[in-house]
C-alpha cells in the first residue's frame, strides 16, 4: 500500500524524448567544402559491433569493436611476437561484417612472455549471451597454438559493461541497461505475455542479464506466470527507488507484485504510475530489459515510447485476419516512433494429431506482416497444452522443458534478438559522427546504404528549435551571419532510433532528427585524407 501511494503521489517528474523537429526548410542539394587543404591523418578506430550468433546451421560472430589492442593499461610495442600473434588473430573473420577480429578491434589486453613462450589476451563481447562463445574462444586459442614459438595460450571472455548508447539521457534507472526490447501485439489474447516471458528466461539462459517489466497495469500477467519467492516489490527509502523481485535470476517489476493485483485508474493516472515503475526501480547492470507492452496503441503505449528508448520491437500475433488488422496497427506506431521491429512470433499457428498438422485459426498472418512491413525474422510457436499449463504454473516453458520443441523456438527468437539488437546499436552509434580531419559530419542513417557529408555550419544553420526559429511566427531568429563558417561540433550523441543531439562550442543543444538530416544541402569534392604509413 505504502508504494502505491508512492507511486500515485510522487511529485518527481522524469524527462520525456523531445518531440521529433519540422525538417530544414533546404533540399539536398550538393556544396563544395570551403576548405581546400591536403589532410594527413592517424588511423582510427571507431566502436562498433558484431555478433556471433548461432540459429541452426548459421554461425556468426557476436562481440564489440571496441579500442585498439591494448597490455594492460599501457600501449603496446609492435614488436615481432605481437605481430605474428595479431597476423594468426586475423585469420578469424566475422562473417557478418567480412573483417578481421584484429581490425575490429575485439582483441584486448595482449600480453607476451616471448621467453617462456605464454600469450595471454582478452576477447570482449558486447554481450555475454553470445551462443558460441566457446566455439570462439577454441578458434583464438588453435591459431595462436599454431605459432612455433608459442608454448601455451590463454583467452580469456568478457563482455563489456551494460550501458545504452545515449545512457546520459535516460532517467537513473535506466542508464545502466543495454538494450530494452518491447514485446508487443496491440490486442489482447494472443500470447504476448507468454513470448515476452519465455524470451526473457530465454536470453538468462544464453548468459545474459534480463529483467522484465510488467506494463500492464490493468492487467499484470507476470505475478501468474512466475514464481518468485518475495511477491512484494520493496521500497528503498533513502533513494525512495524501487527494488525489482527476482525468479531465477531475472529481475521482475510488475503492478501486480505492489500489492494491489489490477488497478482501476483513469489514463493518465496510469501513465505516471508505469513511468514511476519504470524509471525509479534499481535495475541494475542489465543486458536486456523486456518490456511486455500492454494492448492497444493508445496513451500509454505513446508515454511508453517516448520515456524509454526502446531498441527494438518484437510483434505476437496469431492466424486470424483480425489480429494482423490490430497488428498493423502496432507495427505502423513503431515505424512512426522510429522503432525497428525485428521478428514477428505467430503464436497458436497448428497442432499435430494422428500423423497430420492442423490450421484451426487459418493461416497467413504473421507472413503477412512479414510481407507487408519487411520485418526480417519471422517463428511460428504450436498449440500446446504444456505451453498454456506452465503460463498457469508460475514456471515458463522453457524453464520447464528446456529441450523442447518450443525452447527450440525461443532459443532461435533469443539469437535473433541478440543479433539484431547488437545490429542497431552499432547502426545508432555510428550513424552521425564528425571526422575532424576533413571537418565534415559523416551521416549514414540506419536502414540506409546511402552515406554523405554535411557542413557543420549548414548542420547548425538548419537547427529548427524555439531558439532559432521563432515558434508563432516562424521567422528565423538565427541569422546565417550569426554562424561561423570554421564552426565545429564538441560531442554527437545519439537520441533514440531518430536523432541525434549535437553540442555546439556556444553551449547550445541541437536535436538533429535524422529525417531532417537528409534535406540538408550536402558536401561534394572533399579531398580524400591520406593515410599515415605504418
Known amino acids: 500500500m505504502q508504494l502505491l501511494q508512492a507511486l500515485c503521489s510522487s511529485n518527481l517528474s522524469f524527462p520525456t524524448s523531445d518531440s521529433v523537429l519540422n525538417k530544414g526548410h533546404t533540399s539536398p542539394k550538393k556544396s563544395v567544402h570551403p576548405s581546400h587543404v591536403n589532410f594527413c591523418v592517424a588511423i582510427q578506430r571507431h566502436e562498433g559491433v558484431a555478433w556471433l550468433s548461432q540459429n541452426r546451421s548459421n554461425w556468426s560472430l557476436v562481440a564489440t569493436r571496441a579500442a585498439p589492442v591494448e597490455a594492460g593499461s599501457s600501449t603496446m610495442s609492435t614488436s615481432a611476437a605481437e605481430k605474428d600473434v595479431l597476423k594468426a588473430l586475423s585469420q578469424i573473420i566475422d562473417p557478418d561484417f567480412g573483417t578481421d577480429i584484429v581490425s575490429c578491434g575485439f582483441v584486448k589486453d595482449l600480453l607476451i612472455d616471448e621467453d617462456?613462450?605464454?600469450?595471454?589476451?582478452?576477447?570482449?563481447?558486447?554481450?555475454?549471451?553470445?551462443?558460441?562463445?566457446?566455439?570462439?574462444?577454441?578458434?583464438?586459442?588453435?591459431?595462436?597454438?599454431?605459432?612455433?614459438?608459442?608454448?601455451?595460450?590463454?583467452?580469456?571472455?568478457?563482455?563489456?559493461?551494460?550501458?545504452?548508447?545515449?545512457?546520459?539521457?535516460?532517467?537513473?534507472?535506466?542508464?545502466?541497461?543495454?538494450?530494452?526490447?518491447?514485446?508487443?501485439?496491440?490486442?489482447?489474447?494472443?500470447?504476448?505475455?507468454?513470448?515476452?516471458?519465455?524470451?526473457?528466461?530465454t536470453l538468462a539462459g544464453?548468459?545474459?542479464?534480463?529483467?522484465?517489466?510488467?506494463?500492464?497495469?490493468?492487467?499484470?500477467?507476470?505475478?501468474?506466470?512466475?514464481?518468485?519467492?518475495?511477491?512484494?516489490?520493496?521500497?528503498?527509502?533513502?533513494?525512495?527507488?524501487?527494488?525489482?523481485?527476482?525468479?531465477?535470476?531475472?529481475?521482475?517489476?510488475?503492478?501486480?507484485?505492489?500489492?494491489?493485483?489490477?488497478?482501476?485508474?483513469?489514463?493518465?493516472?496510469?501513465?505516471?504510475?508505469?513511468?514511476q515503475l519504470l524509471t525509479t526501480t534499481e535495475w541494475g547492470e542489465l543486458d536486456y530489459l523486456v518490456i511486455d507492452m500492454p494492448p492497444g496503441t493508445g496513451d500509454i503505449q505513446l508515454t511508453l515510447c517516448q520515456v524509454v528508448?526502446?531498441?527494438?520491437?518484437?510483434?505476437?500475433?496469431?492466424?486470424?485476419?483480425?489480429?494482423?488488422?490490430?497488428?498493423?496497427?502496432?507495427?505502423?506506431?513503431?515505424?512512426?516512433?522510429?522503432?525497428?521491429?525485428?521478428?514477428?512470433?505467430?503464436?497458436?499457428?497448428?497442432?499435430?494429431?494422428?500423423?497430420?498438422?492442423?490450421?484451426?485459426?487459418g493461416r497467413g498472418s504473421g507472413s503477412q506482416v512479414v510481407q507487408q512491413f519487411g520485418i526480417p525474422h519471422l517463428f511460428d510457436l504450436p498449440i500446446r497444452p504444456t505451453l498454456s499449463a506452465s503460463g498457469d504454473s508460475g514456471i515458463p516453458e522453457v524453464v520447464a522443458d528446456p529441450?523442447?520443441?518450443?525452447?527450440?523456438?525461443?532459443?532461435?527468437?533469443?539469437?535473433?534478438?541478440?543479433?539484431?539488437?547488437?545490429?542497431?546499436?552499432?547502426?545508432?552509434?555510428?550513424?552521425?559522427?564528425?571526422?575532424?580531419?576533413?571537418?565534415?559530419?559523416?551521416?549514414?542513417?540506419?536502414?540506409?546504404?546511402?552515406?554523405?557529408?554535411?557542413?557543420?555550419?549548414?548542420?547548425?544553420?538548419?537547427d529548427r528549435s524555439a531558439q532559432s526559429v521563432d515558434e508563432w511566427s516562424g521567422e528565423q531568429k538565427l541569422q546565417y551571419a550569426d554562424v561561423p563558417e570554421d564552426i565545429e561540433p564538441e560531442d554527437i550523441r545519439p537520441m533514440g532510433n531518430y536523432a541525434v543531439s549535437i553540442t555546439w562550442p556556444d553551449g547550445f543543444s541541437q536535436i538533429a532528427p535524422y529525417d531532417q538530416l537528409q534535406t540538408i544541402e550536402r558536401l561534394v569534392d572533399v579531398p580524400e585524407p591520406t593515410p599515415v604509413q605504418a
Not at 126 to 151: G, H, Y
Not at 179 to 194: D, E, F, L
Not at 219 to 246: A, D, Y
Open 116 to 201: 617462456l613462450g605464454e600469450v595471454s589476451f582478452r576477447l570482449e563481447l558486447t554481450t555475454p549471451a553470445c551462443p558460441i562463445k566457446d566455439m570462439f574462444e577454441q578458434q583464438a586459442n588453435e591459431v595462436v597454438a599454431m605459432l612455433p614459438w608459442v608454448t601455451k595460450v590463454n583467452v580469456t571472455m568478457s563482455a563489456q559493461p551494460a550501458r545504452p548508447v545515449f545512457g546520459n539521457q535516460l532517467p537513473m534507472g535506466l542508464q545502466t541497461i543495454s538494450s530494452i526490447v518491447a514485446v508487443s501485439s496491440c490486442k489482447g489474447g494472443v500470447g504476448k505475455s507468454t513470448v515476452a516471458i519465455n524470451l526473457a528466461y
Open 206 to 275: 544464453m548468459g545474459a542479464r534480463v529483467g522484465i517489466f510488467d506494463a500492464d497495469v490493468y492487467g499484470p500477467s507476470l505475478p501468474t506466470m512466475v514464481s518468485p519467492e518475495n511477491r512484494l516489490l520493496l521500497m528503498n527509502p533513502e533513494k525512495k527507488t524501487i527494488i525489482p523481485t527476482e525468479y531465477l535470476g531475472v529481475k521482475l517489476v510488475s503492478f501486480g507484485f505492489a500489492g494491489q493485483g489490477r488497478a482501476v485508474m483513469r489514463g493518465p493516472m496510469v501513465s505516471g504510475v508505469i513511468n
Open 309 to 361: 528508448p526502446l531498441t527494438a520491437a518484437v510483434i505476437v500475433t496469431t492466424p486470424q485476419k483480425l489480429a494482423f488488422i490490430d497488428v498493423a496497427k502496432g507495427v505502423r506506431m513503431f515505424s512512426k516512433l522510429k522503432v525497428p521491429c525485428v521478428a514477428v512470433v505467430e503464436n497458436m499457428c497448428h497442432f499435430d494429431a494422428d500423423g497430420k498438422r492442423y490450421y484451426p485459426f
Open 403 to 462: 529441450l523442447g520443441e518450443v525452447a527450440k523456438t525461443f532459443q532461435d527468437l533469443g539469437v535473433c534478438v541478440v543479433q539484431q539488437c547488437a545490429k542497431i546499436r552499432q547502426q545508432v552509434s555510428t550513424a552521425v559522427t564528425y571526422d575532424k580531419y576533413i571537418k565534415a559530419i559523416k551521416v549514414k542513417v540506419p536502414d540506409s546504404d546511402e552515406e554523405f557529408l554535411l557542413h557543420p555550419a549548414t548542420v547548425r544553420r538548419n
